[in-house]
């Protein structure tokens, strides 16, 4: 299959499901699912004020801060402070979930996926490596900061644009800069 470029530049900002925000959707499955009937979702979000986070049922979810100052999320009443970029946590989408933000506004990127059709990890990069999905897995790179290119396809790819790969892709990636590197795992290939 061939790799999916998806350029920031063609996503279009929405609402968030609260209201209290605006996000751009890098790339869900199945493609063109809604925030109700997704199995994955990965998006890029602005996040100008502090206040609760959506309540997505069955919804596990993964967010790192890009830029800004930072956030403090109380989970279920427990607070984990984000001042750094770049450090994915991971808490359960059922939660009740609060944020404050730590000085001012973000930049934050988020996985969802539903728990009962699939798993997803982040792993940020900052060197070469070798991407090869396996059987059941797709793998999305999304650069958080900098330049990315994609060897086996000479593909440039700035500041939150990403590519999909899937079973059966292979590619050398050269990280000049900072790039999430998302693996979903459908719960049946297991």
């Not at 996503?11 to 959707?25: D, F, I, L, Y």
């Not at 979702?41 to 919804?59: I, L, N, T, Y």
């Not at 979810?61 to 607070?79: F, Q």
């Not at 990280?175 to 719960?187: E, I, M, P, Q, S």
Request: proline share 5%.
């Amino acid at each position: 299959m061939a790799l999916q470029v998806l350029r920031a530049r063609d996503r279009t900002p929405a609402p968030w499901k609260n209201g209290g925000g605006v996000t751009s959707e890098v790339a869900a499955r199945p493609e063109g699912a809604g925030t109700g009937d997704f199995v994955w979702r990965v998006s890029v979000a602005d996040v100008a004020q502090s206040g609760p986070f959506s309540v997505f049922e069955g919804v596990d979810r993964i967010i790192t801060v890009v830029d800004g100052p930072g956030m403090a999320l109380t989970v279920d009443g427990t607070s984990h402070e984000m001042a750094a970029p770049y450090e994915p946590f991971a808490f359960c989408g059922d939660s009740e979930t609060e944020c404050e933000l730590l000085g001012g506004p973000i930049v934050g990127f988020n996985v969802m996926v539903r728990r009962a059709d699939a798993t997803a990890g982040v792993r940020i990069m900052r060197d070469r490596f070798v991407v090869r999905p396996e059987a059941g897995t797709c793998v999305l790179a999304v650069v958080l900061d900098g330049a990315v290119a994609l060897g086996r396809e000479s593909v440039r790819l700035d500041r939150l644009d990403a590519a999909l790969l899937v079973e059966g892709d292979a590619e050398d990636i050269d990280v000049d800069g900072v790039l999430a590197l998302v693996t979903v795992a459908d719960r049946g290939a297991d």
